[in-house]
């Protein structure tokens, strides 16, 4: 029999006044699973993962996690899941190396080494870094080895190493059999890291799925562009037989410089046809579609679903 989820959302309401800010979110992660939270400003990413965290009480709808019934035994829950902290969370004075001993009973110095703070350990809260408090509630969230840790915008403020080193900790958690949940608006970071991403949308849950299959499905064509030279190379006649490629669904020029949109096969046969015609183009370049491409597209269509349609005359692609 395989595992239960670690994370069962169904029917998931949330009101703040007369506002219904989570309408019916429906969301899993089972075991050992990377499931990245994305979508609009407001969506309710956050309120949906507070309700999951016991953090704030559900209008509707069935939670469990890890067996429990968030509202029923926050408390319980909350030593049960690693998560994030706010800035607030933590006295300014409390040094890094007391803050882990509080969250844990022991030094974690393999994690602070791991996050680079190991040479932080005497250091006041008050006086690291953004990017340093940040991977102080990473280690702080990792350290008592939860089946089950919620990461609210993971790497926000981290330089581009510390980055790569937060990714390769969430790898090795993935290695572990821990699950996540992560609310992120770098979508970068989903595609790398995410087994699934679960896009939302004004409270509700519009898709969900691997980031490749949300590219594969929503994202635009993979585009190539680039100049004609004067002198030989592409012929006019040369540039329509590129439409007659396999792959390859629209030729158009812009300027000076050449478009060509189509699937991902269209990148080798126009490369080929353009190494074959002549030099090849100094410019060349490739664009191939991403999950934020792919994201931006749902969520205009559902937008534009939602509008009445004299509101968006003028304002189609
Ligand atoms: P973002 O990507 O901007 O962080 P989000 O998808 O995480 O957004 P939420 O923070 O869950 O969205 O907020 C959903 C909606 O609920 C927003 O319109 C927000 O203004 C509103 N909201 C959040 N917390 C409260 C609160 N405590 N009281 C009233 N409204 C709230």
Redesign the pocket.
């Known amino acids: 029999m395989s595992e239960p989820n670690v994370v069962t959302v169904r029917g998931l309401r949330k009101r ?2 007369d ?1 219904t ?2 309408d019916g979110v429906d969301l899993d992660v089972a075991a050992g699973e990377i499931v990245g ?1 994305i ?10 993962v ?1 309700c999951i965290q016991g953090l704030r009480r559900p209008d509707a709808g069935l939670l469990r996690v890890l067996g429990l019934d968030p509202a029923a035994e926050p408390e319980r829950l909350r030593t049960m899941i690693g998560s994030q902290l706010q800035s607030s969370a933590l006295p300014d004075r409390l040094r890094v190396g007391e803050a882990v001993r509080l969250f844990s009973g022991r030094d974690g110095a393999d994690l602070l080494e791991q996050f680079g703070l190991a040479a932080r350990r005497r250091h006041a809260f008050a006086s690291l870094s953004g990017g340093e408090r940040q991977r102080l509630f990473l280690v702080l969230a990792l350290v008592n080895r939860p089946r089950l840790v919620i990461l ?1 915008e993971l790497t926000q403020g981290l330089d581009p190493a510390a980055r790569r080193s937060v990714w390769a900790a969430v790898d090795q958690l993935r290695t572990d059999g821990t699950s996540v949940l992560l ?1 992120t ?1 770098e979508l970068d970071e989903a595609e790398r890291l995410c087994d699934r991403v679960v896009a ?1 949308r004004a ?1 509700r849950v519009l898709e969900s799925g691997s980031p490749a299959e949300l590219v594969d499905r929503h994202a635009r064509a993979t585009t190539i562009t680039f100049t004609r030279l004067p002198g030989p190379g592409l012929t006019d006649t040369g540039l329509t037989a590129l439409l007659e490629l396999p792959g390859v669904t629209e030729v158009g020029q812009l300027g000076g410089r050449v478009l060509i949109s189509g699937d991902r096969t269209a990148i080798a046969h126009v490369g080929a046809a353009l190494a074959q015609a002549g030099p090849v183009p100094p410019d060349l370049s490739v664009r191939i579609p991403s999950l934020e491409d792919a994201l931006l597209d749902l969520l205009e269509r559902d937008a534009r679903a939602d509008t009445p349609h004299r509101e968006l005359t003028g304002v189609l692609r």
């Open positions: 703040y006044g506002r800010v989570v939270l979508g609009a400003n407001g969506a309710g990413k956050t309120t949906t507070e609210d609310v608006h939302m409270g």
